[in-house]
């Protein structure tokens, strides 16, 4: 079992940046893909980005792409998701996950660990 603590977030102007960590318990955080998402208010929880178990591979969602990068550093158990060129849409609850399979996975169900999340707010 693993356990997941999201951190980073605050309040940033537009056109900002921010940098979500989330630091992961136990000793097989390697084997495990893991994932971004995030949740508006009034909206369902949808998938930000993912990144397999030793980084080489990445998936994210169209409206982020080029201006969010997720990365992993094995070595400290954590995963991060640098946030650049925010916009007001992309305020939002930001949650990490963990997926046993080790998959970089977008389906939100192949996920089994999930963290509190970190509220990320984007001024106009």
């Known amino acids: 079992q693993v356990q997941l603590v999201e951190s980073g977030g605050g309040l940033v102007q537009a056109g900002g940046s921010l940098r979500l960590s989330c630091a992961a318990s136990g000793r097989t955080f390697s084997s495990y893909g893991m994932g971004w998402f995030r949740q508006a208010p009034g909206k369902e929880r949808e998938f930000v980005a993912a990144?397999?178990?030793?980084?080489?591979?990445?998936y994210y969602q169209d409206s982020v792409k080029g201006r969010f990068t997720i990365s992993r550093d094995n070595a400290e158990d954590a995963v991060f998701l640098q946030m650049n060129s925010l916009r007001p849409e992309g305020t939002a609850v930001y949650y990490c996950?963990?997926?046993?399979?080790?998959?970089?996975?977008?389906?939100?169900?192949?996920?089994?660990?999930w963290g509190q999340g970190t509220q990320v707010t984007v001024s106009s």
């Open positions: 990144i397999g178990r030793t980084g080489s591979i990445k």
């Open positions: 996950a963990a997926d046993r399979m080790g998959r970089s996975t977008r389906r939100e169900y192949e996920y089994d660990y």
